[in-house]
């Protein structure tokens, strides 16, 4: 089993930045492809970037491309979303999500084995 942990959501000003985390622990013996995906109220999950187990692909939703950057940290299972210039549609709860078998990157929810519990941005006008 594996387990993410997200953080780093919260409230802020339009054109402003915010940096999320997601740490997997559990059966982490290696690297794994993982995602990012979105949701706004009353409105279906959506994805926002991937990336491949090796970390030398990412790829990006056409909405956040240029904006946000998908990073994982060196040898880990810890990954970051670096959000800048954000804007009001970039309002919902960001989920972050793990693949246990695939190479990535993936981008539609049920690739995804894993999800952690979302973290809510804000961006106000």
């Known amino acids: 089993q594996v387990q993410l942990v997200e953080s780093g959501g919260g409230w802020v000003q339009v054109g402003g930045s915010l940096r999320l985390s997601c740490t997997a622990s559990g059966r982490t013996d290696r690297s794994y492809a993982m995602g990012w995906f979105r949701q706004a109220q009353g409105k279906e999950r959506e994805f926002v970037a991937a990336?491949?187990?090796?970390?030398?692909?990412?790829d990006y939703a056409d909405s956040v491309k240029g904006r946000f950057t998908f990073s994982r940290a060196n040898n880990s299972n810890t990954v970051f979303l670096q959000m800048n210039s954000l804007k009001p549609e970039d309002t919902a709860v960001y989920y972050c999500a793990l693949d246990a078998t695939r190479v990535g990157p993936l981008y539609y929810p049920d690739e995804y084995d894993y999800w952690g519990q979302g973290t809510q941005v804000t961006v106000s006008s």
């Open positions: 990336i491949s187990w090796s970390g030398g692909t990412t």
